[in-house]
């Protein structure tokens, strides 16, 4: 299960990528270090769910031991 999860995150941590980029190509007039900065914060408010969801599964496995 552990894998799985490690999978699910280092797909998500991908898929992040161009929606950061995104954001600071949006924002390319402004100082990098603030797009950068605005960037980041888009992908907390995103990632921050997903990621929740990724690592709140459940081990079945685990649980059907008790």
Known sequence: MLW???GLYLIRWQLSTPILAGVIWW????NPF???II??????LIFF???KAIFSVRDKSKEAKK
Do not use: I, P, Q, R
């Open 27 to 30: 924002l390319s007039d402004w």
């Open 34 to 36: 603030f797009a950068t």
């Open 39 to 44: 960037a980041n914060l888009v992908g907390g």
């Open 4 to 6: 799985k999860k490690y």
């Open 49 to 51: 769910w997903v990621d």
